[in-house]
Each structure stands twice: as C-alpha cells, then as structure tokens.
C-alpha cells in the first residue's frame, strides 16, 4: 500500500480505520486480498507497517537548526498519530511486538538524522534516548491515554527543556519552528469513533 491508496482509502472511508478492510486495500491497490494477507498476515500490522513506512527519514524538513527541525518534524507527528485513525494505528504498532520494535528502529532513526544534521551544522545536540524521553514518550503516552489538546501535549515545553538540558537556556521555541505546532487539537479529537 502506498500513500496514495491510503490517502484514498481514508478519504474514502471518512477517515475512519473501523471502515477499512484487506479487499477493500487490495482493491484499491488492484490486488487481491491473499497477496496482502500473505505479506502482512492482517490488518493491524498491515496499518502497522504503513505508519512506520510513513515516518522514513527522508520525511525530515531541515530548517536550520536543531530546535526548528525538531517542532516542524513534531508538528507533522503530532498531527499524523492524533487524527482518530492515526490514533488507532498507534495502538496496532503497540499491540504487535515486531511492529513496535520496527517502529522505534525507523523513530530513533528520524531522530539521529535530526541529531546529526544539527551537529554538521555546529549544534550541540542531545542524544536519540534523552530526545525520547523528554518529548517523544510523553506525547505518545498523552496520544495513547488522554484526550490531548494543545495544552495537555505541551509541545513547545517539552521541546525547551530538552534544548535547554543540552544547550542551557533558549529562545522560546515557538518563535524558531512552526508556530502553531500542536494547534490542531481539541478536546475530542482521538477517541471520537
């Protein structure tokens, strides 16, 4: 399945995961239904694979600077796995170990690309594990187990007192990367099956 088939798809169905189904991606991709069951064995980690293969490291904007790439990478995560069926997809990739082991592989792969672009230019940069501890497993966790708006995820906070663990204090973050990131959100917006 390629993005645009599940752009259609999604599209199609309202967005919802509850609407899709394997003949309905095999036809849309002009397959049949086996030769997806074959590769990906069901649904779950069919979705599973997509989402890791969404979040490959060429998807990394580089702005500029260390701070800048991680909001405009944030933004575009945030906005991806908080939609409702992104949301679900989520919980298919937590659900099934391999998926989960294969998601954190490409998620710390996108960070270290991050990490190294900033430190070619000049930047002190923290590493991959501190990145997921402080900004990553938290809005995972808000994600997964609240309803999340803007304030819950604290994006730019998060997002500060990581640059500022590493570098000491910072300009407010907003002010450097997109500066409605995380504004998307509202209360709701996750759980609304």
């Given amino acids: 399945m390629n993005t645009k088939h599940h752009n ?35 649904l779950q980690q069919l979705l599973a694979a997509f989402a890791t293969q969404q979040l490959a490291p060429e998807t990394v904007e580089d702005t500029g600077s260390l701070a800048g790439d991680l909001s405009a990478w ?22 099934d170990e391999q998926a989960t082991v294969r998601y954190f592989d490409i998620l710390r792969e996108i960070l270290e690309s991050i990490r190294s672009a900033a430190e070619r230019r000049g930047e002190s940069a923290p590493d991959v594990e501190e990145i997921v501890d402080v900004v990553i ?25 990581l640059l500022e663990r590493e570098m000491g204090p910072t300009d407010d973050v907003s002010s450097v990367g997109p500066a409605k990131l995380g504004s998307g959100l509202t209360r709701g917006t996750i759980h609304s099956q």
């Fill in 74 to 95: 944030l933004e575009l995560y945030v906005e991806e796995f908080s939609s409702p069926l992104g949301w679900q997809i989520l919980r298919d990739i937590v659900a």
């Fill in 8 to 42: 259609a798809l999604l599209t199609e169905n309202g967005g919802e995961r509850a609407r899709l189904s394997i003949p309905r991606i095999a036809a849309r991709a002009g397959v049949t239904p086996s030769t997806i069951y074959r590769r990906w064995g069901d």
């Fill in 137 to 161: 497993a938290p809005i995972i966790y808000r994600i997964l187990f609240t309803e999340p708006d803007r304030k819950a995820l604290a994006l730019e906070g998060r997002l500060q007192r």
